[in-house]
C-alpha cells in the first residue's frame, strides 16, 4: 500500500486539533485551539472557510450535514454545514467536553468530559440524553458500536469501559491505561475505534501497540504493533472496509496495519516529528487526513483499502519499499525523525521522559492540549476524587471558611458528610442522600442542600438548622414543577435559592418563605456574609470569547435594599468567573479563571479594584491557586497551591498558603511607585471599618487608629521624597491628602528644606482644612471675646490657640454653663498638662508661618522619621 506523503500546512494556532470528512469527501474538516472550524476543500485550498465556535475547539464531529464540536464554554454546539450557521447547544458540561462522536447512523451523539460523564444525545430532541457515571477522572476518548448497543470509552483513571447504552449500565471495565490527573498529563489521548460494518474489533491503543477485543466475549484476540514505534499511540481510525487500522503517535510516526494478517502495510513518518492528535479515513478509503500539535494539517494521499489481497502484497515488499520518503539512503533506525526519538540515556539516569510525555504534545510543550495559560479549564474537575481503597466516587458539593460538604456514592452507600473545621461549632455529621442532592451550602447556622428534579418528583430544598434552640432541626420544601434549583446560599437568618425559572426564592433560617422576585438572567453562583447576597447571572452572550456577567449586591438588614443594581461584572479578557465571595470582614470579592483578584470599593461608588493575581506566584503556566478566603486585616489571601491543575484533590486535605495583596500601580520596583500601592492598598483595605460601623458593628478602634496612623506615615515619606525631587506641586497633591496634624508636620519640613514658597502653600492648605472643621460643626452664636484674646486676629496663631480651637467644643461639652473667660482658663489649665511632644506639634505651625511670612529660615535637627514619630 505504498502512498504519497503530501507536505503539511498551517491550519491552526500552536495546541490540540481534530480532523474529520464529511460524508462525502468533498471537505476535509478541522478544528483548533484557536476556537476556529475550517472547512478544506483540499489539502491546496489556500483560503479554507473558518467558522469561530468559541475561545477553543476541542473536538469536533460530522454527519448528516449536522457539525457538532466541543467548545470551551462547557457546551457540546450544533452548527449546519457547510453553511456553518449556529443551531443551538446540543448539552452541557460542568467543565469542557473532551471528546465527541456520531453514532453509524447520526441520530446520537456520544460525548466525554472532564467532569468524569459520559453522555448520549438524541440529534433529533437534545432534552433526550443518557449519562453514563462510572469514571473516576476526565474522560479521554468515547466511540460508538457500529450496532448502535454499546458504547466505549477511555478515562484517566486508567480504565477503558464498555457501556450499554439504554441500559446506562458499564458492562465491562479494564484497567489498560497509565493512570493521571487530568487530559493534559495523560501519557495518550487514547483515541478508540469501532471497527465500522461487521463491528467484531473494538481498538484500544495502549502505550506502543494496539489492543483489539472482541465484542460480545469482550476477550483480548490480537494485538497489532510495529518494531519502528518507540512512542506511545494516540490516535486510531478503522478505514471504511474495516480491513485496515491507522494510527498515530506521540512521535508523530503514522502506521496501518491489515487487521486480518497483523502486517503493518504502510508507515510514514511526520516531517517534524511532532504529535498527531487527529486521525481521519477518506469515506473512499484512498486517503487519510492527520493533525498535529503545531496546527498543521496534512494529508496521506494513493492509499489502497479495496481488498486484501494488494495488503498482502504490499506486505511481502521489503522494508526499504514501504519508507516512501525523500532519503532512501539513511539507515534503518532513522525510520523514526530525531523529533520523534528518546534521547539517549546513561544506564543510571532515573528520569523517564515518556513517563513526563503529555498524550498531545512532546515532552518540550506539556500543554499543547490547550497551549496557553487557561490550559487546565478543560481538564481539571472541580468537585472529584477517587478512594485508591475502594471503588467509591467522593464528589466535594462546597468548602468554605465554615467547613467542607462531601458526597459518596458507591453501590453501597449515597451519603453526604459535613465536617466543621472548628468542631466548636457543631460535630462532623454524616446525612443519607436519598433525593440525589447535588448542591450545598454550609454556614455557622445550618446545612442547606437541594436536588434536581425528574418527572416524577419535584425539585426540594432540604435545610438542616443545627442552631436551632427546639427540637425540630429540619425543614424541606419542593419546588414547582419544572423548576429545578441552581445555586443556594446561607446567610445571617436567611437562605436563598435560585432557580431553573430565573427566579430567587428567600426563606427564613427556619423555614418560612419570605422575598421571591425575578432575576434578569440565569444565575451562575452566589455569595452570602451577614445581611449581605451578592447574586452573579448571565447577561447574555458575549462577544469574542468575552463573558457578559451582571451583578447584584442586597442588603437583608433593617432597611432592606439593593446596594448594586445589575452592573457588568468586570472580567479580565476572555476569562471566566472562578471564585465569588466576601472577605472575612463582609467586602464582596471576586476572581476570574486569569488568576486577578478584585474587591468592591465602596469608597469609589462600588466600584471593582484589582488587588492581587495569583498568576504572579505560580512557578509554572499550569499552576494556579484555588480561594478559600480573603482577610482585609490581616491582609491575606488564603489559597491552596494546584500543581499542574486549577483545582485541589478531596483528599488528602491540602495545606493551605498565604498570598499577598498587591495593587497593579505602574512602577512598584520604585521607591515611590512602592509606598503609593502600599498607601493606596491600605486605604482601600481599610473601608471595611466605615461600612461595618454604618452598618451597626463594633469595630476595632484601635486598629482602625492604626491604619490611619500607617497611611499618614507614608504619605509624609513621600512627601519627604519629592521634596529631594524637587516635586513642589506633587508635595501640595500629598498634603491634601493628609489630616490637619501631619499637615503641620510637612509645613515644617518644607521650611526645614528652605523651601519657603511651598511652605507658604502648606499654610493656607491648612488654613482650609481648619476651616473645613469648623464648617462642619454646629454653628454657634457668635459672643464678644475678651480683650486679652482679640490679638488673635492680628498675628499667627500659638500653639495654645490652635489647641483651643480644635478642643472647645470639647470643653462646652463638658462645662457648659462656663462663660469665654472661664473656658480660656480651663483651656490653660488642660493645656498645661500636655506632654513636650504634643505641645510642640502645637507649636510647629506657628514658628512655620512666621517663618514663611517674614521669608526668615528656622533651624532645626527634626528629622522626618521623627517628625512621623510625633503623630504617635
Known sequence: MPCERKTMRYGHSEGHTDVCFDDTGKYIVTCGSDGDVRIWESLDDDDPKSI???????????????????????????????????????TRFTTNATHITYNSSGSRVAAGSSDFMVKVVEMS?????????????????????????????????GSVAVWKIEEQTQVISWPLLQKSNDVINAKSLCRLAWQPKAAKLLAVPVETTVQLYQRDSWAHVNTLSDD???????VVAWSPCGKFLAAGSIGGLLTVWDVESKLCVERQTHEKGYTVCGLAWHPSGGQIAYTDTEGCLGVLD????????????????????????????????????????SPAKNPGDEDDDDDLMPATGRARN???????????DVLQCPIKETLQSKNVLVYRMMWNSVGIVRGYNDDQDNAIDVEFHDTAVHHAMHLTNSLGHTVADLSQEAVLLACPGTDELASKLQCLHFSSWDTNKEWMVDLPKGEDVRALCLGQGWAAAATSALMLRLFSIGGVQRELFSLPGPVVCMAGHGEQLLVVYHRGTGFDGEQALGVQLLQFGHKRRQVIHGEPLPLSRRSHLSWLGFTAEGTPCFIDSEGVVRLLNRSLGNMWTPVCNTRDNCKGKSDHYWVVGVHENPQQLRCIPCKGSRYPPTLPRPAV?????????????????????Q?????????????LSSSGY???????????????????????????LEREFRCVELAELMTQNVVTLAIRYASRSRRMALAQRLSDLALEKANQLQGEEPQEEEEEEPLQYTRRNTGPKTGFQLWLEENRRILLADNPELEETDVIKEAMGRFRTLSADDRLVRCLTQVCVCASLINTWCYDTLSVREMIYLLD
Open 698 to 724: 463594633e469595630i476595632d478602634e484601635e486598629g482602625q487608629s492604626q491604619a490611619q496612623k500607617e497611611q499618614q506615615e507614608l504619605l509624609m515619606k513621600m512627601f519627604a521624597l519629592s521634596c529631594k
Open 125 to 157: 430532541d437534545s432534552s433526550q440524553q443518557k449519562t453514563l457515571r462510572g469514571h473516576n477522572a476526565p474522560v479521554l476518548s468515547v466511540t460508538f458500536d457500529p450496532k448502535d448497543e454499546f458504547l466505549a470509552s477511555a478515562s484517566c483513571d
Open 52 to 90: 469561530n465556535v468559541g475561545e477553543k475547539a476541542y473536538s469536533l464531529a460530522l454527519k448528516n450535514g449536522k457539525l457538532v464540536t466541543a467548545a470551551s464554554n462547557n457546551t457540546v454546539q450544533i452548527h449546519t454545514f457547510p453553511e456553518g450557521d449556529p443551531d443551538g447547544i446540543l
Open 657 to 677: 498558603a498565604i498570598l499577598p495583596f498587591k495593587l497593579p500601580l505602574c512602577q512598584t520596583t520604585t521607591e515611590k511607585g512602592q509606598m503609593e500601592e
Open 679 to 691: 498607601y493606596w492598598r491600605s486605604v482601600l483595605l481599610h473601608n471595611h471599618y466605615g461600612f
Open 302 to 341: 494513493g492509499l489502497s483499502s479495496s481488498s486484501s489481497s494488494s495488503s498482502t502484497t504490499a506486505a511481502k515488499t521489503s522494508y526499504d519499499d514501504l519508507f516512501d520518503d525523500d532519503d532512501d539512503d539513511r539507515p534503518m533506525d532513522e525510520g523514526v525523525s530525531e523529533g520523534a526519538r
Open 228 to 234: 519502528l514505534g518507540t512512542q506511545a499511540i494516540n
Open 366 to 376: 506539556r500543554s499543547a492540549f490547550l497551549d496557553d495559560e487557561n490550559s487546565l
